[in-house]
């Protein structure tokens, strides 16, 4: 009987492979914001119903998205740290950067508002603020977009924070959803993209208190992985991801995905 149940499961796994040979997909490297908002859980079936191509997402900091693409185990990037795009860029990695989006980053903090932020304009002003109040602060520390950006504007504060850090300071290594799940838990300010923000469900209370400096505007940008470089990379697949996404009806996709009315992505590509 075991032998004839073996038989049965060989004889099914021969029939599925020319269906497993036949389907085409992708991978995708991309940041847990582009995930976590339900952008691609919007996306990718339109686009795959289009083209037939499956997109298979794997959703990391900007850093490590890019490092897995430096490895050629993926196909497309699609992240949103311009410093860290250019230098994969210069070292051969991609073939060209488009602009696809862009959102911005908004200061979520606890409603009590320890460090007294809540309602100004200038983060700057309010991580200076945080840091001389010793208020809870929580950082991703993954080496994403998201964390790229924060470290930036702690420096353009004047503060090094690597020096600086204290107790109120906290590392989570961990992606845009659960850094918020903890800053909740913990009523502690956090930097965040909007989108997550807007589909974040376990807010606790916590809400923005610093949003509309210039300085928070957050640029999503995509790329193909080099195929002269890595000759896994899936050079005309990836491309047809790209062309859709900077599309008129890529962009149009973008603009269309909202959460209770409200748009979460600009589509801007040129």
Do not use: C
């Given at each position: 009987?075991?032998?004839?149940?073996?038989?049965?499961?060989?004889?099914?796994?021969?029939?599925?492979?020319?269906?497993?040979?036949?389907?085409?997909f992708i991978?995708?490297?991309?940041?847990?914001?582009?995930?976590?908002?339900?952008?691609?859980?919007?996306?990718?079936?339109?686009?795959?119903?289009?083209?037939?191509?499956?997109?298979?997402?794997?959703?990391?900091?900007?850093?490590?998205?890019?490092?897995?693409?430096?490895?050629?185990?993926?196909?497309?990037?699609?992240?949103?740290?311009?410093?860290?795009?250019?230098?994969?860029?210069?070292?051969?990695?991609?073939?060209?950067?488009?602009?696809?989006?862009?959102?911005?980053?908004?200061?979520?903090?606890?409603?009590?508002?320890?460090?007294?932020?809540?309602?100004?304009?200038?983060?700057?002003?309010?991580?200076?603020?945080?840091?001389?109040?010793?208020?809870?602060?929580?950082s991703r520390?993954?080496?994403?977009?998201?964390?790229?950006?924060?470290?930036?504007?702690?420096?353009?504060?004047?503060?090094?924070?690597?020096?600086?850090?204290?107790?109120?300071?906290?590392?989570?290594?961990?992606?845009?959803?659960?850094?918020?799940?903890?800053?909740?838990?913990?009523?502690?300010?956090?930097?965040?993209?909007?989108g997550t923000?807007?589909?974040?469900?376990?807010?606790?209370?916590?809400?923005?208190?610093?949003?509309?400096?210039?300085?928070?505007?957050?640029?999503?940008?995509?790329?193909?992985?080099?195929?002269?470089?890595?000759?896994?990379?899936?050079?005309?697949?990836?491309?047809?991801?790209?062309?859709?996404?900077?599309?008129?009806?890529?962009?149009?996709?973008?603009?269309?995905?909202?959460?209770?009315?409200?748009?979460?992505?600009?589509?801007?590509?040129?």
């Amino acid at each position: 009987m075991d032998l004839i149940r073996r038989f049965l499961l060989l004889a099914a796994l021969l029939a599925a492979l020319p269906a497993l040979a036949q389907e085409k997909f992708i991978v995708v490297a991309s940041t847990t914001s582009t995930e976590q908002s339900g952008l691609f859980g919007y996306l990718l079936p339109i686009f795959q119903k289009k083209t037939g191509i499956h997109v298979r997402v794997v959703a990391l900091g900007t850093g490590q998205a890019l490092d897995l693409a430096r490895r050629g185990d993926a196909d497309v990037v699609f992240v949103h740290a311009r410093s860290a795009e250019d230098k994969f860029l210069a070292e051969g990695h991609g073939v060209r950067r488009f602009d696809v989006m862009y959102n911005d980053f908004v200061l979520v903090g606890p409603r009590a508002d320890p460090a007294k932020v809540s309602g100004g304009g200038d983060i700057l002003d309010a991580l200076k603020k945080i840091k001389a109040a010793g208020a809870p602060f929580v950082s991703r520390g993954d080496k994403s977009g998201t964390h790229i950006a924060e470290l930036d504007l702690w420096k353009l504060a004047g503060i090094d924070i690597a020096a600086e850090k204290g107790p109120w300071y906290r590392d989570t290594g961990q992606g845009m959803g659960p850094a918020l799940n903890t800053a909740a838990a913990m009523n502690a300010y956090i930097l965040a993209d909007r989108g997550t923000w807007i589909s974040f469900k376990n807010r606790g209370e916590l809400a923005i208190v610093v949003e509309g400096d210039k300085r928070l505007f957050n640029q999503y940008g995509v790329m193909l992985v080099n195929p002269a470089k890595h000759s896994s990379v899936k050079k005309d697949l990836g491309q047809a991801f790209v062309d859709w996404i900077i599309s008129s009806e890529g962009q149009k996709t973008i603009a269309e995905y909202k959460i209770g009315g409200e748009q979460l992505f600009f589509p801007n590509a040129k």
